[in-house]
C-alpha cells in the first residue's frame, strides 16, 4: 500500500512538472510575437493574450523606470482592453525597496489587506491578488511586470517561473525598443548636425554677399527655419562700453526697439558670460526694466558675440511665446552668432577673420576631443575615471590632450591623490602610442638599488641573487609610455643614470656592459616642490628641465569643489559593483558635509571615505555619520619645506620621529620598530628631511 502511495505522489509530481513545461512552452511563442514589435502598448497587449492561456489575471502592468530612477511609465491593460497611452509616476514609497534590493518576485494574496506593500495607486482598480517581477536588461532593473486578479490568493510558486518567463521575452522587447530609440535619435541628430551645416553655408553665402543691416532680415528668416523667433537683435557697443547700439534687426515688432542703450553693468562684468536662456523676461532681474519686457516678450536666448576675448556686441533671440527655447538651442543659436560675428571682424581685416574662424574650430574639436577621450579611457579604466567639470579641471585635461599628440615628455604637479596616474593614462591614451604598453612605477616604493634594477635591469650575476637576467621597465616600455611616479624620491645616483636616459635615449643594465636603445615616452609626475629640492641638493637641476618640458598643475579637490559631487557619485557606482548590497544615494546633509571637508587626501580620500560609507549603510543612503571625515590638524611648528599639507604625511612623520628617539637614532632600530628595511627607511627619512639625524 505505501509503495502505491508513493507512485501515485511521484506521479503527481511528473505531471505537475510536465504541466509547468507546458506553460512555460505556451509563453515562449511569445517570442517569435513580438520580434518586430517596438511599440510597448502592442507588446503588453500580445504578452496578455499569451499569458491568459498559461495564468489567470484580470490586469497586467507594465512599470517601466525613467532614467532618473524617481519616476515609472505605467503601461497597463485590463479586461482584455488594448493597453492605453501610458502615465507617470512618481515611485511611490512602499516600492523604493523594490529599486534598492535585490529580489526576484512578490506575491500579494490581497492587494488590500498589504497596503504598505501594494502600490495600490499603480495597480488597475478592484485588483486584489497580485504577482510581480523584475524585467532586468544586462543584470539592471529596467522594469517591473505586475500581473493582478480580481480573485484574492489566486496565484502561488508555480505560476512565479511563468512570470519570470513573460519578463524575459519583455526585456527582450524593450532592448529592441531602447534600440530602435537610439538609431532614432541618432537619424536625428544626422538631420539636425546636416541642417546646421547647410544654415552656415546659407548664412555665410548671404552675410558675404553686403552689409549686414541690410540683410538682417533674410538671415532672420533662414536662421527661423531651425530656431523659430519674432525678433532678431544684435546690439554693438560703443566706445566707452557704456552704450550701445542697435546694428541690425529683424521682425514685425524690431522698429519698436531704441538705437542706443544704457548697457547694464553685469553684461559687461563677468568676462566669462556666453549665452542665456531666458524663460521670462518680466521676471529676469536684468531684462524686465527693458523694451523687450515692456513690449510683451517673454522667451529670449541671449548670446555675446566677442572679438580677442573682449565683448563687443550682444545677439538676441526673442520670442512672446513662454519658456519656448531649452538649452540644446544653444548649439543652433552659437552657430549663428559665431556666423555674425565674423562679418563683424572685416574692420580688421579679412585675415583676422579666417584666424578666429580657425582658432574657433580648433577649440571646438579640442573641446570635443577632450570629451571623447574621456568617454573612451572611462569605458576602459574602472574606478580610474576621468571625471570632473570644474575649468581649472577640463584645463588641465585640455592640456593633456595637446601634449598627448607629441613625444614631448610631461611632468605631473600637484598634491598628492589629485589624479595624477589618471592624467598619465588620459595621455596614453591620446597618443599614438595607444596601442603600446603603460607601465607605472612608483620611485618612493624601493630602495635605491632595487629601484635601479627595475627601471634598467640587469644581467645575470649582477648582485646576490640575480640567478638569470631581466629587462627592466625602460625595456618593457618600448612603444608606450613609462609612468614615473613620485620621480621627486629618485636617488641622485638613479638620477644621473636616467638623465642619460633622456639626453641619450641609451642605457645600460645593471651589471651589463651592453647599450640598449629605449624609444619610450617619460611620462613623471610629483607632489614635492623640486626646485627647492634641488636648493637642497637632493635633485638635479640638469634632470629637472629635461622632465620639465611640460608640465600640467593638476588642482587639488578643495580648488574643484564643484566636482565633489560628479566624483562621489561615479565612486558610488563603481563600488557598488563590488560589494554586496551598495548603497542608494547620498543623502543632502552628507552632500553637504562632503562639499565642506577640507580634502586634505584629495580625489584618493574622497574614494576611501566613501568605500567605508557604502558598507557601513548597508544598502540605505549613506549619512554624514557614515563619513570618517576629519576635523582640520594643526600643522607643525616648524614644517618641512617640502612636505605637502596632508594628515597622512604628518602622521607618518611624527611616527618616525618618535620611533627615532625611542630607538636613540638608530637606523637599524629605528627600522625594525616601524616593519622597514633599512633602504626603505632611507627612503622616508629623506622624504620628511629627517636624514640630517646622526646616531
Given at each position: 500500500m505505501g509503495g502505491h502511495v508513493r507512485g501515485h505522489d511521484q506521479a503527481e509530481r511528473v505531471d505537475t512538472e510536465l504541466a509547468g513545461l507546458r506553460r512555460l512552452a505556451i509563453v515562449d511563442e511569445l517570442l517569435t510575437t513580438l520580434v518586430d514589435v517596438l511599440d510597448l502598448r502592442?507588446?503588453?497587449?500580445?504578452?496578455?493574450?499569451?499569458?491568459?492561456?498559461?495564468?489567470?489575471h484580470d490586469a497586467i502592468t507594465l512599470l517601466v523606470l525613467t532614467d532618473d530612477c524617481e519616476h515609472v511609465l505605467a503601461y497597463g491593460i485590463a479586461d482584455v482592453a488594448p493597453a492605453g497611452t501610458p502615465s507617470q509616476h512618481a515611485v511611490p514609497d512602499g516600492a523604493r525597496h523594490l529599486l534598492t534590493e535585490p529580489w526576484e518576485?512578490?506575491?500579494?494574496?490581497?492587494?488590500?489587506?498589504?497596503?504598505?506593500?501594494?502600490?495600490?495607486?499603480?495597480?488597475?482598480?478592484?485588483?486584489?491578488?497580485?504577482?510581480?517581477?523584475?524585467?532586468?536588461?544586462?543584470?539592471?532593473l529596467a522594469a517591473i511586470l505586475a500581473v493582478t486578479s480580481k480573485t484574492p490568493g489566486i496565484y502561488r510558486h508555480a505560476d512565479v517561473a511563468v512570470a519570470q518567463r513573460l519578463a524575459d521575452h519583455i526585456a527582450l522587447a524593450l532592448s529592441h525598443q531602447r534600440l530602435a530609440e537610439q538609431a532614432r535619435e541618432a537619424g536625428e541628430l544626422r538631420t539636425r548636425t546636416a541642417a546646421l551645416e547647410l544654415l552656415d553655408e546659407l548664412l555665410a553665402t548671404l552675410v558675404d554677399t553686403g552689409d549686414l543691416p541690410d540683410v538682417f532680415d533674410r538671415v532672420s528668416a533662414i536662421a527661423r527655419r531651425v530656431l523659430p523667433h519674432d525678433t532678431l537683435l544684435l546690439i554693438v557697443g560703443l566706445p566707452g562700453r557704456r552704450r550701445a547700439k542697435l546694428y541690425a534687426s529683424s521682425g514685425a515688432g524690431a522698429a519698436a526697439f531704441p538705437d542706443e542703450y544704457e548697457v547694464p553693468p553685469e553684461i559687461v562684468a563677468d568676462p566669462d558670460?556666453?549665452?542665456?536662456?531666458?524663460?521670462?523676461?518680466?521676471?529676469?532681474?536684468?531684462?524686465?526694466?527693458?523694451?523687450?519686457?515692456?513690449?510683451?516678450?517673454?522667451?529670449c536666448i541671449e548670446l555675446a558675440v566677442r572679438l580677442d576675448?573682449?565683448?563687443?556686441?550682444?545677439?538676441?533671440?526673442?520670442?512672446?511665446?513662454?519658456?519656448?527655447?531649452?538649452?540644446?538651442?544653444?548649439?543652433?543659436?552659437?552657430r549663428i552668432r559665431d556666423r555674425l560675428a565674423l562679418h563683424l571682424t572685416r574692420g580688421q581685416g579679412v585675415e583676422a577673420s579666417r584666424r578666429a574662424e580657425e582658432a574657433m574650430a580648433r577649440a571646438l574639436a579640442l573641446e570635443s576631443r577632450v570629451r571623447a577621450l574621456t568617454e573612451e579611457l572611462n569605458a576602459h579604466s574602472g574606478y580610474r575615471r576621468v571625471v570632473g567639470s570644474a575649468p581649472v579641471w577640463r584645463r588641465a585635461l585640455t592640456q593633456a590632450t595637446q601634449v598627448a599628440g607629441t613625444e614631448t615628455t610631461v611632468l605631473l604637479l600637484g598634491e598628492s591623490g589629485t589624479?595624477?596616474?589618471?592624467?598619465?593614462?588620459?595621455?596614453?591614451?591620446?597618443?599614438?602610442?595607444?596601442?603600446?604598453?603603460?607601465?607605472?612605477?612608483?620611485?618612493?616604493?624601493?630602495?635605491?638599488?632595487?629601484?635601479?634594477?627595475?627601471?634598467?635591469?640587469?644581467?645575470?650575476?649582477?648582485?646576490?641573487?640575480?640567478?638569470?637576467?631581466?629587462?627592466?621597465?625602460?625595456?618593457?616600455?618600448?612603444?608606450?609610455?613609462?609612468?614615473?611616479?613620485?620621480?621627486?624620491?629618485?636617488?641622485?645616483?638613479?638620477?644621473?643614470?636616467?638623465?642619460?636616459?633622456?639626453?641619450?635615449?641609451?642605457?645600460?643594465?645593471?651589471?651589463?656592459?651592453r647599450v640598449l636603445k629605449t624609444d619610450a615616452r617619460i611620462i613623471a609626475a610629483t607632489n614635492r616642490d623640486l626646485q627647492k629640492a634641488i636648493e637642497r641638493g637632493q635633485f638635479r637641476e640638469d634632470l629637472y628641465y629635461r622632465l620639465n618640458v611640460f608640465a600640467i598643475h593638476l588642482p587639488s579637490l578643495r580648488d574643484r569643489r564643484g566636482d565633489v559631487l560628479l566624483l562621489s557619485?561615479?565612486?558610488?557606482?563603481?563600488?557598488?559593483?563590488?560589494?554586496?548590497?551598495?548603497?542608494?544615494?547620498?543623502?543632502?546633509?552628507a552632500q553637504q558635509a562632503l562639499l565642506d571637508y577640507h580634502w586634505p587626501g584629495n580625489v584618493r580620500e574622497l574614494r576611501n571615505i566613501l568605500e567605508r560609507a557604502a558598507i557601513l549603510c548597508d544598502g540605505g543612503l549613506i549619512e554624514a555619520e557614515h563619513l570618517a571625515l576629519r576635523p582640520p590638524s594643526n600643522p607643525p611648528a616648524a614644517p618641512h619645506p617640502a612636505d605637502p599639507p596632508g594628515d597622512l604625511r604628518t602622521l607618518e612623520r611624527a611616527m618616525i620621529e618618535k620611533a627615532l628617539r625611542d630607538a636613540r637614532f638608530n637606523k637599524s632600530e629605528t627600522a625594525k620598530a616601524l616593519g622597514l628595511t633599512r633602504a626603505q627607511l632611507y627612503v622616508r627619512l629623506r622624504r620628511h628631511g629627517l636624514d640630517k639625524h646622526t646616531l
Open positions: 502592442e507588446v503588453l497587449t500580445r504578452v496578455s493574450e499569451i499569458a491568459s492561456r498559461v495564468l489567470s518576485f512578490e506575491i500579494l494574496d490581497d492587494v488590500r489587506a498589504d497596503a504598505p506593500r501594494s502600490t495600490s495607486q499603480l495597480v488597475a482598480p478592484g485588483q486584489r491578488s497580485l504577482l510581480r517581477v523584475p524585467v532586468r536588461i544586462h543584470g539592471r558670460w556666453d549665452a542665456e536662456v531666458i524663460d521670462d523676461l518680466s521676471a529676469h532681474p536684468v531684462w524686465r526694466h527693458e523694451e523687450g519686457a515692456k513690449r510683451g516678450y517673454h522667451s576675448r573682449e565683448l563687443v556686441a550682444v545677439m538676441a533671440f526673442i520670442s512672446f511665446a513662454r519658456a519656448l527655447y531649452k538649452e540644446a538651442d544653444l548649439l543652433v543659436a552659437r589624479g595624477k596616474e589618471v592624467v598619465a593614462r588620459f595621455i596614453h591614451r591620446a597618443s599614438s602610442r595607444a596601442d603600446g604598453p603603460l607601465v607605472a612605477l612608483n620611485c618612493a616604493a624601493l630602495p635605491e638599488q632595487l629601484l635601479e634594477a627595475e627601471l634598467f635591469g640587469y644581467e645575470r650575476g649582477a648582485f646576490t641573487g640575480a640567478t638569470q637576467s631581466k629587462p627592466g621597465q625602460l625595456e618593457q616600455a618600448a612603444g608606450g609610455v613609462l609612468f614615473l611616479d613620485e620621480v621627486g624620491e629618485m636617488s641622485v645616483t638613479a638620477q644621473a643614470k636616467f638623465l642619460r636616459v633622456l639626453e641619450q635615449r641609451e642605457f645600460q643594465r645593471l651589471g651589463g656592459t557619485e561615479a565612486f558610488i557606482t563603481e563600488i557598488g559593483r563590488s560589494i554586496g548590497r551598495p548603497p542608494s544615494g547620498i543623502s543632502r546633509q
